[in-house]
């Protein structure tokens, strides 16, 4: 038998769209301590944004070749294919990466993901050395998985099934179901109170005893996430989800595209229009890159429902095309043409 001592560590970070998975991964690599690092991206839909914001980070021991971006699916979806080549390219770099970080995407459930480890393929090579839930504080302490719930809320008020039977629901569920440590994030949005609101949702869903631990910006000491030593993969079949005995699931309850704009005048118009559609038409996540006409920086944007966050992030290359790339994710039906209108303003 292998021990964990002669595998390299992987930690796997699930969360729901928009929750802060990429700004906590960030802020693990800033303060790595020494460690050399490799970041797994799973993307959802045609652009690699968070894959993008963690390779401009710049960090000596998480050097751009170390960050793989895997784009063509849900991992949980596509783990056989996708995954384990990603896996093995990491594990042949040099010199030798101390940690894997696996950024899932948000529609990601993690105990797939997880299983794969059992496989003899890899189980040799790696460990699973814990699994981090991130969930979006404010909204949970508005009893919401995520910021914004129009659309979900009348796709639910359609059907007189069970609570939990929704799509959104479920993932949500299942990603803190499988958790070793539960991040609760934008914790400085969140009074006593909607702190203990978010909390109990949190709590609900936990079937054993796991640490809900509050973090503003994604700042919390690499020592609490880092190093667990756990081998989830030993005990994945205890973390029961709604999704047990499925041979494969998909995600059609969801509409993920690339909305192209021309360069923007003005920053505080197009966080106006994005909060906008997220209202008229059911954006639950937007995010991307804007060029800023007669600016030299990058145009960062992101947003969870009608709540939009943006700043630059940094210098555009000097041989690099300055474009506007918007990833729109949302339940099925969404509207395109409409929110392309909106947005283009």
């Not at 539960?182 to 109990?200: E, F, N, P, W, Y």
């Not at 989830?232 to 989800?241: A, G, L, Q």
């Amino acid at each position: 038998m292998t021990t964990t001592a002669h595998r390299v560590p992987c930690t796997v970070v699930t969360g729901f769209l928009g929750a802060g998975k990429t700004t906590l991964i960030r802020n693990l690599l800033e303060n790595a301590d020494g460690r050399r690092l490799a970041i797994i991206v799973n993307e959802f839909g045609d652009v690699g944004i968070d894959g993008d914001i963690l390779k401009s980070c710049g960090i000596e021991n998480c050097p751009e070749e170390n960050v793989l971006e895997l784009a063509n699916g849900c991992i949980c979806c596509t783990v056989a294919d996708d995954f384990v080549p990603a896996l093995d390219k990491i594990l042949s770099r040099e010199p030798k990466v101390d940690h894997i970080l696996i950024e899932t995407s948000g529609l990601a459930l993690p105990k797939p993901l997880v299983q794969a480890f059992q496989w003899p393929a890899i189980k040799g090579k790696v460990t699973v050395d814990g699994v981090i839930a991130v969930v979006d504080g404010p909204a949970l302490a508005n009893g919401q998985v995520a910021a914004d719930m129009d659309a979900l809320a009348a796709q639910r008020a359609a059907d007189d099934s069970l609570d939990h039977d929704d799509p959104v629901e479920e993932v949500f569920e299942d990603q803190v179901a499988c958790a070793d440590l539960i991040v609760l994030s934008k914790s400085d949005l969140l009074d006593d109170d909607g702190t203990g609101r978010a909390s109990a949702i949190v709590g609900r869903h936990l079937s054993r005893a796991v640490k809900v631990v509050p973090s503003a910006h994604g700042k919390i000491d690499p020592a609490v996430l880092l190093g667990l030593g756990l081998a989830v993969e030993d005990d994945i079949e205890n973390r029961k989800s709604h999704h047990d005995g499925m041979l494969d699931h998909e995600h059609d309850d969801f509409d993920t595209f690339v909305i192209d704009l021309p360069p923007v005048a003005d920053p505080e118009a197009l966080s106006r229009r994005v909060a906008e559609a997220a209202e008229r038409e059911g954006v639950l996540r937007l995010k991307g890159f804007a060029d800023v006409a007669g600016k030299p920086m990058r145009l960062l944007v992101q947003a969870v429902g009608a709540r939009v966050n943006h700043y630059f992030d940094r210098p555009w290359g000097a041989g690099e095309a300055r474009s506007t790339r918007l990833v729109v994710i949302g339940l099925k039906g969404l509207d395109r043409g409409a929110i392309e209108t909106i947005l283009a303003g």
